[in-house]
């Protein structure tokens, strides 16, 4: 793409900083993508979500909904303005799980002057990060129907799911706050950097605010309250605009890969995780179900050994060391998800040789692991 052109001009015109035209043009076109009003590009996924959880006025004395199987980067953010994350399980995608949330609200809650609070805790339940894992997105229409009626805010995180559609929509545009962000190993990166989406305009000038030091008009330097050094710089902005240019290319590569995985692995002992019928995944990631836990592990050795990079599921958040203290409700779903759950290559350099390369490896292990 067009990266190296933009990055070039950041570096001939000396604009390679927190200022220039980059980063603008990277925010409007963002928002153009998602259909969006606003977008704030800001240093990475975990400062979007810290802001955000700022945005939505979450307090240190209150809660919020977390998924167990997730990066801990969402969790770690709620810790980050005081609160304190409610682990919830995932469903049959590796979500968090709908029905779960529904049912804790509905029983292990209860309602004062308009408030959700929580019977175990006696914390206001303030807000709720759905994960898009692996860039399938979560049945998003029952959680906004439950925070509409328990005045819960939604924070979205589609750090994994840029490109990813519910129902017709993209991702980052389905609660209050989306967060994205450009990681290396994202659907398009930047190397690092991140994203604030929202329809709201004061949110949008609210987190500007926040991410420049919370600093005022002018030149004077002075600066209305505690603020934070999380603005996008513009040469990464440059390389994010060459990238965002080829989303659609990406999105197509990933998805006719997953198709090429599934077609190979058809007459295997393995198979994909795929997507639900209101969801159109981006594919981010390729995860692979396997038998038990012992053929899970048994290829990821086999996989690493032969050259081939293969990752388990993230260790669930509930078993995190910081966190072993904090509310769990019915975790059941995950444990096994951990237990079989295995990642391949997913890059959308991959070629028809590397595939079947893979494929032929996971078919060996199959034999000699004896499950």
């Not at 469903?91 to 609200?105: A, L, P, Q, R």
């Not at 926040?210 to 030149?219: R, S, V």
């Not at 999380?230 to 990464?236: G, S």
């Not at 197509?252 to 198979?271: G, M, P, T, V």
Request: aromatic share 8%; charged share 25%; hydrophobic share 40%.
């Amino acid at each position: 793409g067009n990266e190296w052109k933009y990055v070039k001009e950041c570096l001939d015109t000396e604009w390679v900083s927190s200022v220039g035209k980059y980063v603008d043009a990277f925010e409007k076109n963002m928002a153009d993508y998602l259909g969006a009003k606003y977008a704030v590009a800001c240093m990475n996924g975990t400062s979007a979500l810290h802001v955000s959880l700022l945005l939505a006025e979450v307090k240190p004395s209150e809660e919020v909904i977390v998924p167990t199987v997730s990066f801990i980067a969402p969790v770690n953010a709620v810790k980050y303005v005081g609160a304190e994350p409610l682990f919830m399980d995932c469903d049959g995608y590796c979500n968090i799980d709908v029905n779960k949330t529904k049912e804790f609200i509905k029983t292990g809650c209860h309602v004062i002057n308009g408030n959700l609070i929580n019977n175990t805790t006696g914390k206001r339940i303030a807000a709720i990060i759905p994960v898009h894992i692996f860039g399938t997105p979560v049945d998003m229409d029952p959680l906004r129907e439950l925070a509409d009626s328990y005045k819960i805010k939604i924070i979205e995180d589609a750090t994994e799911s840029l490109g990813a559609e519910y129902k017709g929509k993209k991702t980052g545009t389905l609660g209050l706050l989306g967060c994205l962000s450009f990681n290396g190993n994202k659907i398009i990166t930047t190397g690092g950097g991140g994203m604030i989406i929202t329809n709201d305009e004061r949110l949008a000038k609210k987190a500007k605010y926040l991410i420049t030091q919370a600093k005022e008009e002018g030149t004077e330097y002075v600066h209305g309250e505690i603020g934070f050094n999380y603005r996008m710089v513009n040469v990464l902005a440059a390389i994010g605009m060459g990238q965002l240019e080829m989303i659609d290319d990406y999105m197509a590569i990933k998805r006719k890969n997953f198709l090429r995985y599934r077609e190979l692995l058809s007459d295997q002992r393995y198979s994909l995780l795929d997507e639900p019928v209101y969801a159109k995944s981006n594919r981010w990631l390729y995860a692979v179900r396997c038998h038990d836990k012992r053929e899970k592990e048994f290829l990821l050795r086999y996989l690493n050994s032969d050259g081939i990079e293969a990752r388990p599921l993230w260790h669930l958040n509930h078993l995190q060391k910081p966190y072993l203290k904090c509310q769990s409700y019915k975790i059941e779903q995950a444990p096994r998800m951990h237990d079989i759950i295995a990642n391949i290559p997913s890059s959308v350099n991959l070629t028809e040789t590397q595939i079947r390369e893979v494929v032929q490896a996971m078919k060996k292990a199959g034999t000699a692991s004896g499950v």
